[in-house]
């Protein structure tokens, strides 16, 4: 058995926790295709604060800039955040819809780079996940573009939900290679 402090003993520990986040990500991916619309307005809310509290930080950094002019700067782009954020929060049927066509285009790329990256990494024990999670990311992107704006409200939920449980799935079966290959190395 390998020690906790042991190359062996810190994969293992490392890869519990993607376990972990794997089987996560594929609860939370059911929760969303469970309540498409509601996980579409969490994500709108969740999005519109987190730009809200980037124009605050901007904010407050402005007032310790040194300079004036880098003061105004920084004071109209956190204005222009927060301005943003309370957009997102208060017209959630505009920001749904722009939301769910970045998403689209997020799934494309991010689809994109998978595929890539399986290329790169195909000799590996397992690569044929990720190869699988850039298929279906694409797909789910093509979906989205096609049926937009009229799926904007469940597109988001369901999508983003399909995705998680592709994303936990492809985690968890890396994960358990990589203990795999980590076993073999210990004995």
Partial sequence: MASPDSPAGLVKQASVWS?????????????CIDSPQIAALAVNIF????????GVVHLVLAFHSHSGGS??????VGLAYVAFGV????????????LTLLLAILFLVEGVLD????????????????LLDGIVTIVLGGLIYVHWPS????AI????GCSMIISGI?????SLAVRKVAKQFAT
């Avoid at 999005?47 to 980037?54: R, T």
């Fill in 47 to 54: 999005l519109g604060w987190i730009i809200m509290f980037v």
């Fill in 115 to 130: 595929v890539i990256m399986y290329f790169k990494m195909r000799s590996t024990e397992g690569s044929i996940w990720v």
């Fill in 87 to 98: 957009y997102l929060i208060t017209h959630p049927a505009i920001a749904i819809a722009v």
């Fill in 71 to 76: 003061r105004l700067w920084k004071v109209l």
């Fill in 19 to 31: 376990l972990i986040w794997g089987f996560a990500l594929m609860i939370f991916g059911f929760l």
């Fill in 151 to 154: 799926s904007s409200w469940w």
């Fill in 157 to 160: 939920g369901t999508l983003v």
């Fill in 170 to 174: 492809t985690r968890i079966m890396l």
